[in-house]
């Protein structure tokens, strides 16, 4: 053990309190972007909605418009009627007049099963747009944390930042880039301490990812100030405290 491998422990130390804070805030951020892809498709949803009620709503105004002049026309028959000279006559209007009340009659029920439509689907899009409103809430509450999370992390970040110079003051570039490779790999881990797991033995793993390591290395590591990579996940091996 030496200055160099303090150095990299002390690295180390702060990397892992950074990953931690980053990946907190990147939690949040993944759940601002769910949040957002499920409103996108609420709002979505709701304009085929919307525009399927506008289609309902201009087919039962057409209706009406229809029924309208198809009451219109009945009336006219029915003073038709009264004016006739001849039985023939008579029983022509009449006809007339009974198709077109059947037909009014069939006009009739259909305006109101689409009307049941517009309604029903009117209350649907309301129920649909009041969970949209809860949807959105949710996202303005979920950017609020994440904006509170960050505010209370800058401190600290701007203070771990100052700490990794430090520590990174103490060690040539090219242990600094070697360091970094491997933070970047293991989320900050980039070391691991050399364990012996019975003192009886000569026997020494490596507790990145537990491959047993040799004598050498722990009698090397004991005495210099080596960097010194396990052969198997490539973690800088240090000796811990006795
Ligand atoms: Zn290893």
């Known amino acids: 053990m030496g200055a160099r491998l303090d150095a990299l422990r002390a ?3 702060v990397e892992l309190q950074i990953v931690d804070i980053r990946r907190q805030l990147q939690a949040k951020e993944r759940l601002i972007a769910a949040q957002g892809g499920k409103l996108q498709g609420g709002e979505g949803a709701l304009g085929a909605e919307r525009e399927q009620l506008n289609r309902a709503q201009r087919e039962f105004d057409a209706l009406d418009v ?6 219109g026309h009945i009336a ?10 001849t039985n023939k006559e008579y029983a022509s209007v009449l006809q007339q007049l009974n198709n077109e009340k059947a037909d009014l009659s069939k006009l009739e029920s259909k305006a109101l099963e689409l009307m049941a439509r517009v309604e029903e689907a009117r209350a649907s899009l309301g129920a649909h747009e009041t969970a949209l409103v809860g949807e959105r809430r949710r996202l303005e509450e ?3 944390q994440l904006e509170s999370t960050r505010n209370a992390y800058s401190k600290r970040l701007a203070e771990l930042t100052a700490e990794r110079e430090r520590a990174a003051a103490g060690l040539d ?3 600094l880039v070697h360091f970094q490779r491997l933070s970047d ?7 691991a301490e ?9 026997e020494y793993i490596c507790n990145g990812c537990h491959i047993s390591l040799t004598a050498e290395i722990a009698n090397a590591l004991a005495v210099r100030d080596d960097v010194i990579s396990c052969r198997s996940c490539g973690r800088i091996l240090y000796l811990g405290k006795k």
Request: aromatic residues 2%.
């Open 11 to 13: 690295l180390q130390n």
């Open 142 to 144: 979920l950017r609020g």
């Open 76 to 85: 006219k028959l029915r003073e038709h009627l009264n004016s006739v000279k």
């Open 173 to 175: 570039p090219a242990t």
């Open 66 to 71: 229809e029924i309208k002049a198809r009451s």
């Open 194 to 202: 050399v364990l012996r797991p019975s003192p009886r033995r000569d």
């Open 185 to 191: 790999r293991y989320d900050g881990e980039a070391l």
